[in-house]
């Protein structure tokens, strides 16, 4: 397995202890979206670096970067906890 040389600051103070997938889309009605989907949960679900939640609530008409942009949205699916350091 390959190591990482370079470590930045961010690198050294973030942990992440949750992840979810957002909906994958597509432009042929899911024929790609869905099993990619498939594939990334399945991946991280047998990771066990991480504690996978699945993100029941997300909106299918938003995109990434609307949760990006707006912490709370990412915080009502599940996916953004603010801990105190």
Do not use: C, Q, W
């Not at 961010?10 to 979810?20: A, E, Q, S």
């Not at 989907?37 to 008409?61: M, N, P, S, W, Y």
């Not at 995109?63 to 599940?78: C, P, V």
Request: proline share 1%; aromatic share 8%; net charge positive.
């Amino acid at each position: 397995m390959a190591t990482n040389s370079y470590v930045s600051a961010v690198d050294k103070t973030l942990t992440i202890h949750r992840i979810g997938v957002l909906p994958v889309t597509d432009n042929v009605n899911g024929l790609y979206g869905r099993y990619v989907e498939t594939e990334i949960r399945e991946t991280l679900k047998g990771a066990h670096r991480f504690d996978f939640r699945e993100v029941k609530d997300a909106d299918l008409h938003r995109s990434l970067a609307d949760y990006e942009e707006n912490s709370a949205l990412a915080k009502k699916i599940g996916l953004l906890v603010k801990r105190k350091l």
